[in-house]
């Protein structure tokens, strides 16, 4: 083979040094692209970790800046400020001064123990230079020392410094070993401190008076820039501004400069220039390969002068750039000498070999082809033009249930069920003009008829090979009994679920639904298997859905999206409804597809919008009714108020108030009332609501009710919960409705009384009239006296009817048991003046217990009604009563003309008669007096128009009478 290639041919000896000198200059490029390359990479890497340290460095100070600023205005320190510049404190103020200190001692306690890095806070005075509050961590403790150890520090470099600064700023000391009473603290502790000036609140004139100080711990904040776990080739150094390390891999070289044996940056390395620095104590012979690189950032330690900072220093060596460039070399040698061996041992040799392994591999291919078709998990086949099987592994055996030697020679026809043995020859001839590798059927289902007649439903891969001297077909056969099972077991257990399901490839043709996407959509499965999904989607969304289903596809796989999505859907009918999808990705044997679980949300939106609105109207019709709500959790002894209840008190939303402060807003008789029914609450689990004086905030007096039930969990009382009502505005309008009332019982009684007495004397004088001109009166004038006298009787019945019906429904009556039965026929005696009716009464209860006076009252106005307007002047009158609880049913019936439906409430208005009084006399009074009555007590009365014949009235009376009507008392 080598020898159809002119190069070997011409290559000579002498030549082999040039190549040689070649070879070692492009192994010279490429190295040094290689190492520049690695260089690159570790520059970049080194840039990025002192970028992020310096930044993380920062961060920490600006937040200890800011911590430090914050707690220069704590309350407690400018309470301190406003005292410190008085000359003399009196006790009062003394005190004062002192719970300020206590209080900011508590406040550094709180700030050291839950900031790490804090080491001590201080309050020192401006003045004296010495400590006021000293708060320290010490042993794993956090304690505020005495006085008799707090110290001078007012020839403390920041303590200087700190006294220039301007109201607002901080100072950032550098960084340290600590110093107690003027010597290093052992074992070293290296520090930073943050200090701010306090100013004095005294006007027109502000003066400093402390400093608040905090020391941060050096070795807390560095152990941030700690880069060992994650860079085994990178090393991070820190320096002042004078090079002196603060923090270096050797911690002994660290902050030599405070015990005097300095450690520089100069000290270690050696500028080479170009970036690249040099160990200087490295004595080793290939010590100039060993080049470092550098990577700075500055950290300010003032923002107003640049000399004042602190650098992040990453450091990497060449150690990898080296390692690559050498195995670079390494490879690059053995290449070339693989290759020179090649060219100098397969020059002569090499056709002979690739005639011998030509024919070797002629011959152990059919060798291999055998072992491998006989192994294979699928069944394969080899068919020549004319369909005769020529080849057939032991799988196609299994599938078929034919043995390889019944197989071969056979037709093809022989494995096809009878429908598919006609078209089958004119499918092989096409595929023989155009043989290519492709899945048989075309989207058709394929089956292959096995020895026992079945039929077995398959998938088979068809593709061509040179077999035997001629062009065959080779058939991958593969038996997808079970798979179709699990497909169609899969098809049963998505059609029975409740949501909408849809399974589309990522063209979006539709490929699997189930039921309930043909209930919720409108389509049948035929309407939808083989569309595109763009027919359920809205066409505002379509483009959209589009993009959003492909770009799904692509990233589905990198993780599994549990998210919900909500968009519109379109039915059939071209109704458009809100729906939430859930999407996910599944693998099938015909790719990817992707899975779509619907649900409607059209009952769940309207039934939202139900809630929003209804609690909407909830909050403004609370509002509206100036109901308040609280809560009292029984854990906590916290107490809850709503918007509403804190304007009732009078008091600031959000304010804070304790049970016993709560309570003492109720007037001193209402106090016990509120304690006696919270105990009650607690103790019996009794609901309350009770109407009692209150004083709010701005000391105005009112009326509130006050309602509650308590709540438990596990059987343990928890939390009272309740309502508050300003009621005064009630209070006052029922005492005002009261006292009209009185005023117009009192108006009703003497406009009755006094009304009557000239009523009697114009009665009188028509009586002498008629008695003194009796036989001198036309007939005419006789009945125009006659009409007068009736008129006036009329109008003292309309006047004791007015009394009556103003005094209806008064409570107040006695209460006692009562035979029913006899009170009826009592009022039935009363009424049948002419004996002309007659009673029939039915009741299977007796005794009851209740309010006789107006019962009577109402049962005595019906009979009178059905007696007095009957139209014949004899008839029945029909009185029943049943039990159904709360009430006592009534009705009572009689057979005259009956009312019509049109007049069934207009008779329960005052002064309506449906006859003229001259035909039947009354006020008209009598059915209003009922209704008035039966309201009252809590009942209700109507006119039965269903009966056939007569007048049926029905009247529910409460059977819990005393409820209504506490003023009530047997006896009276």
Known sequence: MLKQIPLLNRIKPHSSAITFVFAAVLMLIICHFVYWQEVGSIQREIDTVARAKADILREHIDNLKRETLFLSKLPDVKGIASLAHQPVLDTEQQAQFNTHIAHLKDVFKYYIQSIPELEQARFIDSKTGFETIRVERMKGSVIALPDSSLQQKSDRDYFIEAQKLQEGDVYVSPFNLNQENGSLVFPYLPVMRVSTLVFSQAKPQKESIGQIVINVSAEVLFSQLDITSTYSNINIYLVNDAGDYLLHPDKTKTFGFDIGQRYTLEDDFTDVGDGMYLTKDDSDFFSWLKVLFFSEENVYLDSTNTQRKVVVLAVANNHLAITKTLTVIFWYWVIIGILILLLKNTKNEVALKAKQQHLNTVLTMEQELNSILSHAPNGIMVVNRQGIITLANTQVERIFGYSQGELLGQSMNVLLPARFCHVHPNFMQAFFSAPETKLMGGGRELYGLHKTAKEVPLEIGLSVIEYKGELQAICGIVDITLRRQLEHLFEMVVDTLPNAVLLVDYNGVIELVNKQTERLFGYSRDDLLGNNIAMLVPESFREQHLAWRQSFFIAAGEEIDTERYYISGLCKDGTIFPLSIGLCTIETHKGKKLLSSIVDLTDSELEASALKKVTENLDRTSKMAGIGGWELDLITNELFYSEETYRIHGLPLGSKLSLDEAIAFYTPDSQPIIRKTLTEAIEMGKDWNVEVRFTNAANKLIWVKVAGTIEYENGKAVRLAGTMQDISERKYFIEELSRSNTELDNFAYVASH??????????????????????????????????????????????????????????????????????????????????????????????????????????????????????????????????????????????????????????????????????????????????????????????????????CFKFTWPMEIQNLMPNSRDGE
């Open 754 to 951: 006094d009304l009557k007495s000239p009523l009697r004397g114009i009665d009188q004088l028509a009586s002498w009239l008629e008695e003194d001109l009796k036989d001198k009166l036309e007939d005419e004038d006789a009945e125009h006296l006659r009409l007068m006298r009736g008129r006036i009787s009329r109008m003292e019945k309309l006047l004791d009817d007015l009394l009556s019906y103003s005094r209806a429904g008064k409570k107040g009556d006695v209460i006692h048991s009562i035979n029913i039965k006899s009170v009826v026929e009592n009022v039935f005696d009363l009424c049948n003046t002419k004996n002309a009716f007659s009673l029939e009464f039915e009741s299977a209860t007796t005794d009851i217990t209740t309010a006789s006076v107006p019962l009577e009252q109402v049962i005595r106005n019906l009979i009178n009604n059905a007696i007095k307007h009957h139209d014949t002047g004899k008839g029945t009158v029909y009185v029943s009563m049943v039990v159904n609880a709360p009430f006592y049913e009534f009705v009572v019936r009689d057979d005259g003309p009956g009312i019509l439906d049109e007049f069934s409430e207009k008779i329960f208005t005052m002064f309506t008669t449906l006859k003229p009084r001259d035909e039947v006399e009354g006020s008209g009074m009598g059915l209003a007096i009922v209704k008035k009555i039966v309201v009252a007590m809590g009942g209700e009365i109507s006119l039965d128009t269903s009966v056939q014949k007569g007048a």
